[in-house]
C-alpha cells in the first residue's frame, strides 16, 4: 500500500503503551481503520475513526487523526503479550468506496 | 460459527493448473471482496460485489482471474493457468452497508503455494 505508509516494526515492554503511526496520501479519505493480523488468523478490525474525527477512545485502544498532516496513530494502552501481532493502518475513500487501502502493517512485540 | 469461512485454507499446484476458492460470507451480509495478501505486505484489493453483481476489479485481476457470486451467496474465485507470482494469501470479506462504515469482516485466507 504505497498510498498508506507505516513503520516496519515496533517493540515496547509488558505494561508500556505502544504507539503505532500511520501516514496516508488521499485527502478523500472518509474512515480510517486500525487491523490487527495474528498468527493463522485473519485480520480482525479494532476500531475505526470518520474523518471529521480527531480522536477517538475505546477501552484500551486511542486513536488519534490529524487530518491536516494525514497522520493516524493508534494507541495501545497497558500493553500486553496478547497484543503481540502485526498492526495495519487502512482507509477508504470517497472515489471508490467499495475497496479498503492497506498499509504494509507494523510488527509489535512485546518484551517482558 | 457465523463469521466469513473460506475454503480451502490451503492449497499447492503445480504451475499452470487451474485453481478455485470458495468464500462464505456472512449470511446477511450483501457485500463480498476478495483481496490478496502476500508475504511483508498488507491486502490488496482485487474485486467486489454487490449482491451477484461484480461493480469492481483491480488493474491486479489480470484476464487469468475470474470472480463470481451467482446467487449472491457464496463466491468462487478461479485462477487459471496458475503462475509462482500467484502465490499468495487471498483474503474473502463481506459487509453491510448500511451506515457507510465499510466495515468489512475478513475471513482466515486461502494460502496459495504455486511450485
Known amino acids: 500500500g504505497e498510498d498508506v505508509e507505516q513503520s516496519l516494526f515496533l517493540s515496547v515492554r509488558e505494561g508500556d503503551s505502544s504507539v503505532i503511526n500511520c501516514t496516508y496520501t488521499?485527502?478523500?479519505?472518509?474512515?480510517l481503520y486500525w487491523y490487527k493480523q495474528e498468527p493463522g488468523a485473519g485480520l480482525q478490525l479494532l476500531t475505526y475513526?470518520?474523518?471529521?474525527?480527531d480522536m477517538k477512545q475505546d477501552q484500551r485502544l486511542t486513536v488519534l487523526l490529524n487530518k491536516k498532516d494525514k497522520h493516524l496513530s493508534l494507541r495501545i494502552a497497558d500493553t500486553q503479550t496478547g497484543d503481540s501481532a502485526i498492526y495495519f493502518c487502512?482507509?477508504?475513500?470517497?472515489?471508490?468506496?467499495?475497496?479498503?487501502?492497506f498499509g504494509s502493517g507494523t510488527r509489535l512485540s512485546i518484551r517482558p | 460459527d457465523t463469521g466469513v469461512s473460506q475454503d480451502p485454507r490451503h492449497k499447492i499446484t503445480k504451475r499452470g493448473q487451474n485453481v478455485t476458492f470458495r468464500c462464505d460470507p456472512i449470511?446477511?451480509?450483501?457485500?463480498l471482496y476478495w483481496y490478496r495478501q502476500t508475504l511483508g505486505q498488507g491486502p490488496e484489493f482485487l474485486t467486489y460485489?454487490?449482491?451477484?453483481?461484480?461493480?469492481?476489479k483491480s488493474r491486479l485481476l489480470s484476464d487469468r482471474f475470474s470472480a463470481e457470486r451467482p446467487k449472491g451467496s457464496f463466491s468462487t474465485l478461479e485462477i487459471q493457468r496458475t503462475e509462482q507470482g500467484d502465490s499468495a494469501m487471498y483474503l474473502c470479506a463481506s459487509s453491510l452497508d448500511s451506515s457507510g462504515r465499510n466495515e468489512q469482516f475478513f475471513g482466515p485466507g486461502t494460502r496459495l503455494t504455486v511450485l
Open positions: 449470511s446477511e451480509h450483501n457485500r
Open positions: 488521499d485527502s478523500s479519505s472518509t474512515y
Open positions: 487502512a482507509e477508504s475513500r470517497r472515489s471508490s468506496a467499495s475497496k479498503i487501502i
Open positions: 460485489f454487490q449482491n451477484e453483481a461484480q461493480l469492481e
Open positions: 475513526i470518520f474523518s471529521n474525527m
